[in-house]
């Protein structure tokens, strides 16, 4: 009997009660708003239907169920799709029938034997749930599947993982993996396209919490299975992690979670594999996740469509889990692999560097690191000084070159909005020599300003970037610097202003060189990527001496109560600002500002409100013109100090 709640506990489990903080989630935003997910009604019952596993494109769907039928408890059905010649025709499901082998269309009959003659099935009177099949040139080779113990098979007291496998037009007999299960519950099984990894879940010691996500590899010559491995703490939490699912290409891990900051109970994760390990997790969002269960994802292996199993609140649920289908999201389309091919030069002689070059390679919270390959003549003459590495479209990648005697070069390969024609691509990176110094030859004058407007912007900050360190520049009252220069000397400035995007802009001394004048772009829109950190960098503005919100700040507004409610939990503080300009009696000046910085925090809450934001969640404060983001007198200068912020509040 306990292990009969023990599967009901994994089959549907509620939120934990812990509370620890975890990191950050992040959400992805679908773009296709109108996407449908659609009840498999003839293939879902009163009871629970899990598991869905699509074959073939989608001729069939495999799944779990606990409907009654020839077997006791959990057990294996299937359904052909009359329509499965064309993948954008609604699929038309036959009557769900129990798992056999070979899968055939069928017409289902109350008294149909499955244990018929030359019929093969995994099915008994013990659960049976979760399969995963190996498919090779159109024909089923090997199956794993969750089950229990019982006089029909091997095992150890808890859930356990087995196999069968299809050899000489035959099926062996259900096999216990003795090198992956323990004397914990080791469940819900995946096995890789090529039938060299399995992926699945155990709450064995060694783990970050309840339930963790496991891998092994195969050997293919031996049949043998290496020692489980945790997939870590960027997959795994102190919380449950379940239903693993690996895109065909091994690009793509997903799987489901109920980590705190979700949108439901079990949500549905992503994570995207960068050549070196898997990403940081991503929320897959709605509507694909629900404010209750979302499990065990499946994608067609024709890559047009999904299958999730859900006890979503819906005005077509049929039982608790039942099976939905929708259309392959772009989140979850595979990358395409590329290999970049890079050829150092001397920026100088533009031929390849002598010296041996280190690359590094920046993506997300992973970085690789690697050395260039020189080739040398039998003269001992450099011919060539490349790399090469495997990268993937629709990221951006930081490249960091550095080699003996030469000037670091920092560049970023796009290959999200930039795809090549070609597998490989070739690209040139030239390296600066770097030269014995000159002595200061004269001060250089230069300015701040914005870019539209013209405007001063004596708020901002300067830095000269050489050789082996950063020399920030003062910044004079009127937006005005001046750089130290040497003869002909090629130098980096970056500058950056509050609420203006940052600019990094190279420059050679010579006699034509005068002056600098640096422009600066506003930042329009801040939070488009949805993460809470930059509702933190938004600044709501407004005109001099008005409460007014402007239909331009009306935009970010939006975005945030976007973002505010992905995080459902986070209260914020709307800090109201003013400018240090001068306005009525000097005496009474603060306690007019105060009024004003208040009112305008007050009519961001209120729209905050209007777009959907809980006023529970609200704290209004203002600070009149007490902190300012450029300390300045006059209403043009000090402009971008008439602002509304946002802060966390406990």
Known sequence: ????????????????????????????????????????????????????????????????????????????????????????????????????????????????????????????????????????????????????????????????????????????????????????????????????????????????????????????KTNRWTKPVNLGPTINTEYDEITPFLTKNHQKLIFSSNRPYGIGQFDIYVSNFNGLGFDMPINLGKPFNSEQNDESLKISDNNLWTYIASDRIV??????????????????????????????????????????????????????VLKSDRRFSNDKKTIENNFKV???????????????????????????????????????????????????????????????????????????????????????ENAQFSVPVRKKELFTLQASSPGYESKTLTFKESEDLKEIVIKLKKIKEPCLEKVIECVWNTKILFDLDSAEIKPEEEKKLQLVAEILKLYPNVKIEIQGHTDLSYRGPKAKSYEYNLQLSIERAKNVKEKLKQLGISEDRLIVKGYSFTKPIIPVPDAIRGAINRRVEFKEFE
């Open 390 to 476: 495997e990268l993937y479209t629709g990221r951006i990648y930081r490249l960091k070159i550095s080699a003996p005697g030469y000037y670091p070069l920092e560049t970023l390969i796009d290959y999200k909005t930039s795809i090549p024609k070609k597998e490989e691509d070739i690209k040139i990176f030239y390296l600066e020599p770097i030269q014995i110094l000159e002595p200061i030859e004269r001060m250089i004058p230069g300015i701040v300003v914005d870019e539209e407007t013209n405007l001063l912007l004596p708020g901002s900050k300067v830095i000269k970037i050489q050789e082996n360190e950063i020399l920030e520049l003062k910044i004079g």
């Open 1 to 220: 009997m306990q292990k009969f709640k023990l599967i009901f506990f994994i089959l549907f489990p509620v939120l934990s009660l812990k509370t620890q903080n975890i990191s950050t989630i992040y959400y992805y935003s679908n773009t296709l708003r109108d996407t449908q997910i659609i009840n498999q009604n003839r293939i879902n019952s009163q009871w629970d239907e899990y598991a869905p596993t699509p074959l073939f494109g989608e001729k069939y769907l495999v799944f779990q169920s606990q409907r009654p039928g020839f077997y006791e408890e959990h057990s294996l059905w299937y359904s052909f799709n009359k329509n499965y010649k064309d993948p954008l025709l609604k699929p038309l499901w036959s009557d769900p029938v129990p798992l056999f082998l070979p899968l055939e269309p069928h017409k289902p009959t109350k008294t149909m034997n499955v244990l018929k003659q030359n019929v093969f099935t995994i099915n008994s009177h013990s659960f049976t749930g979760h399969p995963s099949f190996l498919v090779h040139d159109g024909i089923i080779k090997e199956i794993y599947f969750t089950s229990v113990a019982s006089n029909e098979k091997n095992g150890y007291e808890n859930l356990n993982i087995y196999y069968v496998q299809f050899k000489n037009e035959r099926w062996s007999d259900i096999q216990h993996l003795d090198e992956i299960n323990s004397n914990f519950d080791d469940l819900m099984p995946f096995i890789s396209t090529d039938g060299k990894k399995l992926y699945f879940v155990s709450n064995r010691p060694g783990g970050y919490g309840g339930f963790d996500i496991w891998y092994t590899e195969r050997d293919l």
């Open 315 to 368: 005005i077509d649920r049929k039982g608790g889990y039942d099976i939905y289908r929708f259309s392959l999201p772009q989140e979850l389309i595979e990358f395409t692999k590329i290999i970049l091919l890079g050829k150092i030069l001397d920026a100088k002689t533009k031929l390849p560097v002598g010296v041996e070059a280190t690359i590094q390679i920046d993506f997300g919270i992973q970085t690789l």
